[in-house]
């Protein structure tokens, strides 16, 4: 069980992390100029992150998105189980503040290796999905195609938020995306 100390721990290192990695560049900023800048050890650090990329990359979310999918009635198309999956995960999610998701966003896609993990992490992603929906039943194609649909929607609606500025909360712009994906916008 993780406990309100270490959920206020490991927020502090992405804050500061982020910060630093904004101020100083992802590559000139060091594990030790974060927990320094913390007030942690370096234990405490890789406790609660594997590798520096982690502070950029990891946000828990997989587990939430699929058991979001699990929870649609099956006989819903794998798109709208998809869609409803999501808008119901991005209402009951704990996200950070949003400048600091922005800035994380931004810095892993201007970083190569960065960029390379998000990308990973949208395959894992899409694999949850997909495995949620083949074990109701689901047509394996119809299930690959929907959920890389809907990633991919997500993930073009995140960067073009995270470039605006334009004071949009994330969780509209994401709603918006999912809406074209599902058929109710254009």
């Known amino acids: 069980m993780t406990t309100r100390k270490a959920i206020e721990t ?19 900023t060091t594990v030790e100029q ?11 650090f890789f406790r609660h992150f594997a ?5 950029i990359l990891d946000d828990g979310f997989d587990p939430t998105i699929a058991a979001a999918v699990a929870a649609t009635p099956a006989s819903l ?8 999956g999501l808008r119901a ?5 704990d996200v950070p503040e949003q400048e600091q998701v922005r800035q ?11 960029r390379m993990g998000m990308y990973a992490n949208t395959e894992a992603t899409r694999e949850a999905i997909v495995g949620v929906l083949l074990d109701d ?5 119809a299930a690959r195609v929907a959920a890389a649909a809907v990633l991919a929607a997500l993930t073009v609606a995140l960067q073009e938020w ?8 994330m969780s509209a712009a994401l709603d918006a995306a999912l809406a074209v994906v599902d058929g109710g916008a254009t």
Not at 77 to 84: D, F, G, H, Q
């Open 10 to 28: 490991r927020a502090r290192l992405q804050q500061v992390a982020t910060r630093l990695f904004a101020e100083q560049g992802y590559d000139a």
């Open 34 to 44: 974060i927990v320094r800048t913390a007030g942690v050890s370096h234990m405490t």
């Open 51 to 55: 590798t520096k990329d982690a502070v």
């Open 77 to 84: 198309r794998p798109i709208t189980r998809v869609c409803t």
């Open 89 to 93: 995960a991005l209402s009951h999610v």
């Open 104 to 114: 994380r966003v931004r810095i892993a896609a201007q970083h190569p290796a960065l």
């Open 137 to 141: 039943g689901a047509d394996e194609f």
């Open 162 to 169: 995270c470039l605006a500025d334009d004071g949009v909360p």
